[in-house]
């Protein structure tokens, strides 16, 4: 059984950090694209930055320069630094593993997915 686990949550000040992490089993992991999305309230959940298996990075313009997507192989684990983090930042952040996927923004191309860890960040 695939599971994909978030963790790292919380609160947070504005211009605060936060590491989130995903845990994966149950599938190889290497093999796969690993993502993080989020969704605020009452928004559609969307892209934050992606990891290929070669190790490939890219991010939504919002992020780039604070946010940064990272993995490792050996423990199975993704990660998502966050720094100089804002309000707006504030959202259920997801990872997600994609053994293919032609629009990093498709979340149809995304095979699996973790249930959510909850970043909430204060003004």
């Given at each position: 059984?695939?599971?994909?686990?978030?963790?790292?949550?919380?609160?947070?000040?504005?211009?605060?950090?936060?590491?989130?992490?995903?845990?994966?089993?149950?599938?190889?992991?290497?093999?796969?694209?690993?993502?993080?999305?989020?969704?605020?309230?009452?928004?559609?959940?969307?892209?934050?930055?992606?990891?290929?298996?070669?190790?490939?990075?890219?991010?939504?313009?919002?992020?780039?320069?604070?946010?940064?997507?990272?993995?490792?192989?050996?423990?199975?684990?993704?990660?998502?630094?966050?720094?100089?983090?804002?309000?707006?930042?504030?959202?259920?952040?997801?990872?997600?593993?994609?053994i293919y996927y032609r629009s990093r923004d498709d979340r149809n191309a995304y095979n699996?997915?973790?249930?959510?860890?909850?970043?909430?960040?204060?003004?």
């Amino acid at each position: 059984q695939v599971q994909l686990v978030e963790s790292g949550g919380g609160l947070v000040q504005a211009g605060g950090s936060l590491r989130l992490s995903c845990a994966a089993s149950g599938l190889s992991f290497g093999a796969y694209a690993v993502a993080w999305f989020r969704q605020a309230p009452g928004k559609e959940r969307e892209f934050v930055a992606i990891i290929s298996r070669f190790g490939n990075t890219d991010y939504t313009d919002s992020v780039k320069g604070r946010f940064t997507i990272s993995r490792d192989n050996v423990k199975n684990t993704a990660y998502l630094q966050m720094n100089s983090l804002k309000p707006e930042d504030t959202a259920v952040y997801y990872c997600a593993a994609s053994i293919y996927y032609r629009s990093r923004d498709d979340r149809n191309a995304y095979n699996f997915w973790g249930q959510g860890t909850q970043v909430t960040v204060s003004s």
